[in-house]
């Protein structure tokens, strides 16, 4: 969809919710008797959610952008790194759409392994992409639900390059364990040219303004090779078994 058109339709959205107001007040109750329907909604994902991906095993979460071209160094990286993962026992979930969750689920399939995607669904970019295990697919209306999804479920994070929704999953993770609401869990984040500013920044200007402790610099790991990745996975589950994180 061309950048103009998602203009219009944003106008049309809040267009419509501005006319909604128009008729109903909030003290009304129109809004707040919406919204409470509104919750059986979230909870019925919620419970398909949990009662499929309880019985997928351990898995790692892979994340980049959908963007990403097949003949990207970065979509290759996250073929590469899911196929050693997933011959190492792991399942591997992405978010089900193309570029390098594609990647991800096309290097599960080549191994043989699970290959799980929780979709999104968006107004534009994404459909869920083809090798993705046909029991596995699982399509989302709601972020937030889905993010509960890959946090519980995972038992590491890759993250190669991408834009806001994978800052957005990064930032999830991180602050979930650092402030202790979920069990510690390897991430790793993939291509120090891309991340590399991003965790020079964290320690100049987040540490320095003491935002962050020294310790948080140690929740995630830089690296650029697949063996690199999974190896820091692999030494971590040395120690623990594998286990939703909360």
């Not at 979230?42 to 898995?59: S, T, W, Y």
């Not at 402790?213 to 990745?229: I, N, Y």
Request: proline share 3%; glycine share 10%.
């Amino acid at each position: 969809m061309a950048k103009k058109e998602i203009t219009k339709s944003g106008e049309a959205r809040i267009k419509k919710a501005f006319a909604a107001v128009t008729e109903r007040t909030w003290k009304g109750g129109g809004l707040k008797g919406n919204d409470s329907w509104h919750i059986f909604k979230v909870m019925a994902e919620f419970v398909d959610g949990f009662e499929r991906l309880n019985k997928i095993g351990p898995c790692v979460s892979i994340f980049g952008s959908a963007r990403t071209d097949p003949n990207n160094k970065y979509y290759k990286l996250g073929e590469e790194i899911a196929f050693q993962l997933t011959t190492c026992g792991y399942g591997i979930i992405s978010g089900g759409g193309g570029g390098i969750m594609e990647a991800a689920n096309k290097g599960a399939q080549r191994a043989g392994g699970r290959s799980v995607g929780l979709n999104i669904q968006l107004p534009f970019e994404q459909h869920h992409n083809v090798f993705i295990d046909t029991d596995k697919i699982f399509n989302f209306k709601y972020f937030f639900v889905r993010k509960v999804m890959f946090m519980r479920y995972a038992q590491g994070f890759v993250v190669l390059p991408g834009g806001y929704g994978t800052i957005d999953e990064l930032s999830e993770a991180l602050t979930l364990i650092q402030t202790e609401k979920i069990a510690r869990f390897p991430i790793v984040l993939v291509g120090t040219d891309y991340w590399g500013g991003l965790a020079e920044w964290f320690r100049k200007e987040m540490l320095d303004e003491r935002n962050i402790s020294k310790e948080d610099l140690e929740l995630f790991h830089v690296v650029d090779t697949p063996e690199e990745a999974v190896a820091i996975i692999n030494k971590f589950y040395k120690k623990y078994f594998h286990e939703p994180n909360f």
